[in-house]
Structure formats: structure tokens, C-alpha cells
């Protein structure tokens, strides 16, 4: 079955630096690829997703890229503020849109003032 | 109909004990999700279903473990025999069917604390 596997597990950035999170996956036919933020308390919310036929998708401060020759995508947020301070969840859906979401064991990411 | 809605928030349980949770997803979903999260972890995948029909369920998910959705609309979550290492965070999520709708409205959770 599909494995999702996220690093790093902590990261802490300057406030207006930029972050990064990876994650790979196991089953290249797996073809949707969200990006979920949790933050302290409350529920895991999307915050951006991408399909297979595509490699990049923006929406303002936050970036999501594909390899899938590599099997492994990635989340870019840019001038980070205090808000982005969350808990970042990667996931992955197999090949049918009948298929699970699998999700990755989590980014805290902490945003310094 | 505001979001995914689930009852009770916060479930304490002896070691044994049965124990029932209920999720009432968004009116119009038909995909209704359960997934446990521990501390520092992710959401662990435990089932599933599309209308009433249970799609799949986790084959790290005991015996003790069961869903329904008999009406295609709310479901129930039931551990027989709680063990301490049941006590997680029990998430439901619900979404649309289709490859347009992928995106998932979790709930707010039932905590479980079995001791």
C-alpha cells in the first residue's frame, strides 16, 4: 500500500525567510497530492494540492512542486509570518479517486520573531 | 450545516469498556473518512466509506474496530474492549466522491483517554 514519508519533522525559520518540506511516497501510480496545516488545537485544513499532470502550483506565499519520475514533492511557503507557525501534513491518494489519503507524520514549523 | 460535526469531544473510558463515537459529516458528502492521530504524528488511515458502503478498511485495525454509516449520512466508530493503547485522537473527515473533490473537511475530533 501507498507509504508517505515527511522531513523534517521540526523546523524553525527567521520570520521573512522561506521553508521547505519534503516528502516521498511509495506507489508511483498515486496521482493527488495535498498539503494539509493543523494548527495548535484545531483540525487539519488543505491548504494547497497538486495533480500528477502538473509540477508546480503557486497560490500566493505557498508553493507546491512535484518529481514524479523521484516520487517526492514538496511544500515552499516564502516570507513566512508568525501565522504560518502549524503543523504541516503531506499526503498522498493512490491511483483511482476511489483510493485512501495517506498522510505523512507531520512538519511542526516554527516561525522566529 | 456549518462542517463536520462529531460527538463527544472528549470520551475517558476504562481499560475494557466499549465505546461509540459519532461523526455527522457535511449534508451533501457522500465520502465519509475515520482516522486516529497520536501526538507528533499524522493522520493514521482507519476506514472509509462512500454512501453507505464501507470501501476499505486499515489491515492494522483490529477485530475491535468497527464503522458503520447505515443511512449513508452520520457514522459510528465503536472500540470493543478499550486498550491504553487505543487512546488517540479519533478524526472524521467527509468530501464529495469524484476526482474533482479530493478535498477533506476534517472535524473537530473525539479525544480518547483510556485508562
Known amino acids: 500500500g501507498e507509504n508517505v514519508e515527511q522531513h523534517p519533522s521540526t523546523l524553525s525559520v527567521q520570520e521573512g525567510d522561506s521553508a521547505v518540506i519534503k516528502c516521498t511516497y511509495s506507489?508511483?501510480?498515486?496521482?493527488?497530492f495535498p498539503w494539509y496545516k493543523q494548527e495548535l488545537g484545531k483540525r487539519p485544513q488543505l491548504i494547497i494540492d497538486i495533480r500528477s499532470n502538473v509540477g508546480e502550483k503557486k497560490d500566493q506565499r505557498i508553493a507546491v512542486t512535484l518529481n514524479k519520475t523521484a516520487k517526492h514533492f514538496s511544500l515552499h511557503i516564502t516570507e513566512t509570518q508568525p501565522e504560518d507557525s502549524a503543523v504541516y501534513f503531506c499526503?498522498?491518494?493512490?491511483?483511482?479517486?476511489?483510493?485512501?489519503?495517506?498522510f505523512g507524520s507531520g512538519t511542526r514549523l516554527s516561525i522566529r520573531p | 450545516d456549518t462542517g463536520v460535526s462529531q460527538n463527544p469531544r472528549h470520551k475517558i473510558t476504562k481499560r475494557g469498556q466499549n465505546v461509540t463515537f459519532r461523526c455527522d459529516p457535511i449534508?451533501?458528502?457522500?465520502?465519509l473518512y475515520w482516522y486516529r492521530q497520536t501526538l507528533g504524528q499524522g493522520p493514521e488511515f482507519l476506514t472509509y466509506?462512500?454512501?453507505?458502503?464501507?470501501?476499505?478498511k486499515s489491515r492494522l485495525l483490529s477485530d475491535r474496530f468497527s464503522a458503520e454509516r447505515p443511512k449513508g449520512s452520520f457514522s459510528t466508530l465503536e472500540i470493543q474492549r478499550t486498550e491504553q493503547g487505543d487512546s488517540a485522537m479519533y478524526l472524521c473527515a467527509s468530501s464529495l466522491a469524484g476526482p474533482s473533490n479530493e478535498k477533506l473537511f476534517f472535524g473537530s475530533g473525539t479525544q480518547l483517554s483510556v485508562l
Open positions: 466509506f462512500q454512501n453507505e458502503a464501507q470501501l476499505e
Open positions: 449534508s451533501e458528502h457522500n465520502r
Open positions: 499526503a498522498a491518494r493512490g491511483y483511482s479517486s476511489a483510493s485512501k489519503i495517506i
Open positions: 506507489d508511483s501510480a498515486s496521482n493527488y
